[in-house]
């Protein structure tokens, strides 16, 4: 099993997803159930992208993942990532971001999920991404971890986008469900540490200096959203003494 995650701006403006547009495409979703997903749901909105994740068997990750571009197309304000994605690599465009990780057949499926978003496509997203990435691989608790970062391969079912894509996704599945705050905390903390990178709860808009990049962590555990945003800066207060 695995799960696989595509991220997308699709909202008619540069800085949030409106409200119509949340709720058609959770309307559309249970969809994917059909197409082989075990789970699916809209596991993160980031200022003006929106990432799809779904739980699935490896034969039916093409089906899947061609489903979830077919939600994005039918309900897009703005066809702009949709349209970036290509049968062959020479005519790809900047598109879609997608990301896939392995869940061993022993455990729950359960996974991290963290997106990004730039106003203007700030270049240094990529290393604060690569940030994200390596702190996840670093440890112990982690089954897998996937990004959006390997721009030219072919996404299963969907076709191939540019390496001008941004707003990049990364994916870790966990071990057991204790571990779910030290990983998210790792991840968290690596992004944080990059200059100009700020935490947001999952549909916040992205009211920041141009210049700067968001980003939104989710807990995706067994069809279950949690926005770890509010409780993970709690924890990471510093104690008054």
């Keep these: 099993m695995k799960i696989t995650s595509i991220g997308a701006d699709i909202s008619k403006n540069d800085v949030s997803c409106s409200e119509n547009l949340i709720k058609n495409l959770e309307k559309d979703i249970p969809s994917l159930i059909t197409k082989g997903a075990h789970k699916a749901a809209l596991t993160n909105i980031t200022g003006d992208d929106v990432v799809i994740s779904a739980f699935v068997e490896d034969d039916k990750l093409e089906d899947v993942n061609q489903g979830i571009v077919d939600i994005l197309r039918s309900n897009a304000e703005d066809l702009g990532d949709i349209n970036g994605i290509s049968t062959t690599r020479e005519d790809a465009g900047e598109g879609?971001?997608?990301?896939?990780?392995?869940?061993r057949q022993d455990r729950y499926p359960d996974a991290i999920i963290v997106a990004f978003d730039t106003y203007g496509g700030e270049g240094f997203v990529h290393n604060v991404a690569d940030s994200v990435i390596k702190a996840a691989r670093g440890l112990d608790q982690v089954t897998d971890v996937g990004s959006s970062l390997?721009?030219?391969?072919?996404?299963?079912?969907?076709?191939?986008?540019?390496?001008?894509t941004d707003d990049p996704v990364v994916v870790a599945t966990v071990e057991d469900i204790e571990s779910i705050g030290i990983v998210s905390g790792a991840m968290m903390g690596a992004a944080l540490g990059n200059k100009n990178v700020y935490l947001v709860k999952r549909g916040s808009p992205s009211y920041i200096i141009p210049g700067s990049v968001i980003m939104s962590i989710t807990a995706y555990m067994n069809g279950?959203?949690?926005?770890?945003a509010v409780p993970l800066s709690e924890r990471m207060k510093i104690l008054r003494v």
Excluded: R
């Design 224 to 228: 279950n959203v949690i926005d770890l």
């Design 150 to 164: 390997n721009h030219g391969q072919e996404i299963p079912g969907v076709g191939y986008v540019s390496d001008e």
């Design 96 to 103: 879609i971001s997608y990301a896939e990780a392995k869940i």
